[in-house]
């Protein structure tokens, strides 16, 4: 099962968007934005697709132009964008996957605050936000077979008082997606957007979200 994790986590970096990018790790992002509750035969998940995503995972991508990028963006802009998955493995190695519409009841997104927003209805998101993930899910069958077949977006809106999209994935924060009687929560902003910390010690790379050296304990 920990292989299957795996591949599909290669799956997402390598086939489908081509090399790495920048100072972010491209494979460590995915994996801060992917996330997996097993119980027995059951599995249970969730990807979270921030607008950040598009920029760090196609911008090296000589075939896709930067305006392609910044119309996905915007799209996707007001948007809580989510894929979720639960399925149960079967003795004969096929998969039994919970339905788009039995999954949608499930789903719901709690914020920091405690509000929980439920996922928009199609006639509530824009249509070229709609069509663009609807040609996702060719991509997802074609690379992971029965797996991609069983995998179902939804769109959230959480907005400030300005009205703009209050999840964001550079800004302190946290945020909980629950479907499946699981809770997937992300704690923002993301470890891998952060600069990293050096020890003053001896100048090793820290993540940027840690206070302390864990070698020698000093501030970072």
Known sequence: MKKLMLLITFLFTVVSFGQDVSNVNLIDYVREIQIWEKEGTKMSFTFWIPKSYWKIALRDNPQIPVETIQKITSTFEEYVFVCGLDLKMNLDGTMSFTEEANLRNSISLE???????????????????????????????????????????????????????????????????????????????????????????DNATMKGNWKYCPMHGTSL
């Open 111 to 201: 914020d920091s605050n405690g509000t929980t927003y439920v996922p928009l209805s199609n006639d509530q998101v824009s249509i070229d936000a709609l069509e663009m993930a609807e040609s996702l899910k060719p991509m997802f069958k074609q690379m992971l077979g029965q797996m991609g077949a069983g995998m179902h977006f939804y769109f959230f809106k959480i907005t400030d008082a300005d009205s703009n999209n209050s999840i964001d994935a550079y800004k302190e924060g946290n945020f909980t997606i629950k479907h499946s009687n699981k809770q997937f929560k992300y704690v923002l902003p993301l470890t891998t957007l952060m600069p990293s910390k050096k020890c003053s010690v």
